[in-house]
T-cell receptor, first 112, second 113 residues
Framework: DAGVTQSPTHLIKTRGQQVTLRCSPK?????VSWYQQALGQGPQFIFQ???????QRGNFPDRFSGHQFPNYSSELNVNALLLGDSALYLC???????????FGDGTRLSIL | SQQGEEDPQALSIQEGENATMNCSYK?????LQWYRQNSGRGLVHLIL?????REKHSGRLRVTLDTSKKSSSLLITASRAADTASYFC?????????????FGKGTKLTVNP
């Protein structure tokens, strides 16, 4: 039973570029949440997708957008990258409103 | 902003000793969870305690919750070198069926062999 998988594992971009990160949820899960974790900090909630719609959003600018596909997989897009966007991006999945969330190993994004 | 605050920020102990980490939060919650994160990896769920529970056990883990003080503690007994990791508490806000988790900054635990 595959857990949450994220790709790529590492990514290096330059300021102003755009990036797309991908997430496949744990089998049987229909809800995907994205978190940003800066070095030495706890994860911060970006947004959550359920039934292909953004259900809830954290305090992140519109440069951060996402999508959920009919197979429940999800993408996180970040436009006009800033140095401060360098972080570990974590995807978590769950079934509806049932906790707990299951996390992938994340994508390490470095902005030069 | 982060709701939870773990204390201490870092903890170093010897194998076999117990480790206690504390978490404080600000708003009413449905439940509180503890997660572990090994360096550079994703978070692993350890234990969930509901707002109407006061104590919960899972193997070598013991979690307490005091909703009147808005605080929780995680006790790891008979620690092992493999317990070396960062530990985070996470809360979800009461109401709305929300799954949004709000994490603290974590406690970095080092267990020395």
């Amino acid at each position: 039973d595959a857990g949450v998988t994220q790709s790529p594992t590492h990514l290096i971009k330059t300021r102003g570029q755009q990036v797309t990160l991908r997430c496949s949820p744990k089998s049987g899960h229909d809800t995907v949440s994205w978190y940003q974790q800066a070095l030495g900090q706890g994860p911060q909630f970006i947004f959550q997708y359920y039934e292909e719609e953004e259900r809830q959003r954290g305090n992140f600018p519109d440069r951060f957008s996402g999508h959920q596909f009919p197979n429940y997989s999800s993408e996180l897009n970040v436009n006009a990258l800033l140095l401060g966007d360098s972080a570990l991006y974590l995807c978590a999945s769950s079934l509806g409103g049932i906790q707990p969330q299951h996390f992938g190993d994340g994508t390490r994004l470095s902005i030069l | 902003s982060q709701q939870g605050e773990e204390d201490p920020q870092a903890l170093s102990i010897q194998e076999g000793e117990n480790a206690t980490m504390n978490c404080s939060y600000k708003t009413s919650i449905n439940n509180l969870q503890w997660y572990r994160q090994n360096s550079g990896r994703g978070l692993v769920h350890l234990i969930l305690i509901r707002s109407n529970e006061r104590e919960k056990h899972s193997g070598r883990l013991r979690v307490t919750l005091d909703t009147s003080k808005k605080s929780s503690s995680l006790l790891i007994t008979a620690s092992r070198a493999a317990d070396t990791a960062s530990y985070f508490c996470a809360t979800d806000a009461r109401g709305g069926g929300s799954e949004k988790l709000v994490f603290g900054k974590g406690t970095k635990l080092t267990v020395n062999p």
